[in-house]
């Protein structure tokens, strides 16, 4: 059996850690009630879990646990937040917020508001990807009713400053939102600190499973009206209906446990691979690097490449390095990174570019082995180009 490729996307998804499956594995044959029942033993062990899971999710973020909506994914928890305010909200005012560097799926809510009558402003950003916070506060109106700026980007793992961004929120009297999907257990997210009212969270980025998911819902000061957009059988205090899925919400609970209790460590590690990856490609002519490598993940790097077609190079490295070129919800389309065009990139060098996203199971030789061998397939393209 031929050797399988050195995955560095784990910004696409991680791989479920054992311990995490571990937890779940119960709940799949044995305690596998449904726990909105309450008659009789399996319903509780379910419910129990449940609980003991919503428990640990919002005290890692300073939270209630009152205030943990379970989904399945940040894409619909995006969607509940941003829908969801405009229909509580829409009042208030019509008028949204957001970044023009965002994940679709708060760039296609938004967009789908608009065809409502909703108007939305598309902030730009500086060079390396950072938001000007002069220019958001300009932006806000009296109509404004949600701000939403992701906390770590997806493509380039630039950080914004989520604190001071809820703070010209909460000094306006606006709702702050931020996807937070990247950023879970690889930087500390306090919602109250942060002055967060609705944040967005996945499993899978994280070394859990797909399909489970978290929106966090302020309860007071202010308490966030938020709509439905699944009803049903009433779960989550009506906010989501849907039977609750327990092994997927347990390990939920155990992926983050994990990620915050080795974050510091982790974080450590995964800067020194980081400078090991990119001290390989720095030195070669026509490398730029995406975003801002200081203020940004750890375990991202993300390098536009001159003289080389987009294409050839991932077809040239994928049966040895596992790497894309951008969001994996976007990678069937033939179009360039929005977010590398939002940063000033062109066309050209947008469609040639890799993100590697270092992950819990790398080691330092598979990053010198993944950097040897991508320098070596731009090398070879370069020659056949020329």
């Not at 319903?43 to 640990?56: D, P």
């Not at 949204?96 to 296609?108: C, F, P, W």
């Not at 966030?224 to 009506?238: F, P, T």
Request: with cysteine.
């Amino acid at each position: 059996m031929s050797q399988r490729p050195i995955y560095l996307d784990a910004h696409a998804t991680t791989p479920v850690d054992q311990r995490v499956l571990d937890a779940m594995l119960p709940y799949f044959t044995e305690s596998f009630g449904n726990p909105a029942t309450n008659t009789h033993v399996y319903g509780w062990e379910a419910s129990a879990a449940v609980k003991n899971a919503r428990e640990v999710i919002a005290s890692i973020i300073n939270a209630t646990p009152e205030e943990i909506v379970f989904t399945s994914g940040a894409t619909e928890a995006n969607n509940l937040a941003i829908k969801g305010v405009a229909e509580a909200y829409f009042n208030q005012g019509k008028h949204i917020i957001t970044v023009v560097t965002e994940h679709r799926a708060v760039l296609d809510p938004c967009a789908y508001l608009e065809t409502l009558g909703f108007e939305v402003t598309y902030l730009t950003v500086t060079s390396d990807g950072l938001l000007d916070l002069q220019q958001l506060e300009k932006a806000i109106r009296e109509d404004t009713i949600l701000v939403s700026v992701m906390a770590a980007n997806n493509e380039i793992g630039v950080l914004q400053p989520l604190a001071e961004i809820g703070a010209i929120c909460h000094s306006r009297g606006v709702l702050f939102h931020t996807d937070a999907a990247q950023a879970i257990a690889k930087v500390p997210l306090d919602v109250a600190g942060m002055h967060i009212d609705l944040m967005s969270l996945t499993a899978h980025k994280i070394y859990g499973p797909k399909g489970i998911g978290v929106l966090y819902v302020r309860r007071r000061d202010p308490r966030v009206k938020l709509a439905s957009q699944i009803q049903g059988g009433g779960q989550e205090r009506g906010r989501r209906s849907g039977t609750l899925y327990t092994p997927q919400i347990v390990g939920f609970a155990k992926a983050l446990e994990i990620g915050v209790e080795s974050m510091e460590s982790e974080s450590e590690r995964m800067l020194q691979l980081k400078k090991q990856l990119w001290s390989m490609f720095e030195p070669l002519e026509g490398i730029y690097l995406n975003g801002n490598f200081d203020n940004s993940l750890h375990n991202n790097l993300n390098i536009s490449i001159e003289g080389v077609n987009g294409s050839a190079l991932l077809l040239g490295l994928q049966s040895i390095v596992a790497v894309s070129s951008g969001s994996a919800c976007s990678s069937e389309s033939t179009a360039p990174s929005h977010v590398l065009t939002a940063l000033g990139r062109s066309e050209k060098l947008a469609h040639a570019s890799l993100r590697f996203g270092i992950g819990r199971f790398n080691t330092t030789e598979e990053i010198k082995i993944a950097g040897e061998i991508a320098i070596a397939t731009i090398n070879s393209l370069r020659q056949a180009n020329n």
